[in-house]
């Protein structure tokens, strides 16, 4: 199961990263560079931003291109860390990550009513 949530997880950057277009701006408070890339579409696929070095740094989310939140996580200096969430119609996936590895896994059911 760790598995095949690893390779989702990958999938979704690759294919997120895989983007041409986004936003860039260098945050001067914080000294990140905030990015937001886009589906084809328009519609945003990944919000988050990254230190001046290229490294993964603090929230980020994910959406599919109708908009709808697919992922939500954290990273601190390029490596995953604590709560990630991964949204489907059906489950909501909560994987913790320590030192970059899935610590622990929980799945719930989602009902119809929940929006993300």
């Not at 990254?50 to 929230?59: C, F, I, N, S």
């Amino acid at each position: 199961m760790k598995k095949s949530i690893l390779l989702f997880a990958f999938l979704i950057t690759v294919v997120s990263f895989a983007q041409q277009k986004r936003d860039l701006k260098l945050n001067k408070d914080t000294n990140l560079i905030e990015v937001v890339y886009y589906h084809d579409n328009g519609v945003v696929s990944q919000t988050g931003t990254y230190t001046v070095d290229g490294k993964l740094q603090g929230e980020w989310l994910s959406f599919d291109t109708a908009g709808k939140k697919t992922v939500s996580g954290n990273y601190d200096n390029g490596k995953k860390v604590g709560k990630w969430f991964y949204y489907t119609n059906e489950t909501i996936k909560e994987v913790d990550y320590k030192d970059n590895v899935i610590a622990n896994l929980k799945e719930t059911e989602v009902k119809n009513d929940i929006n993300f």
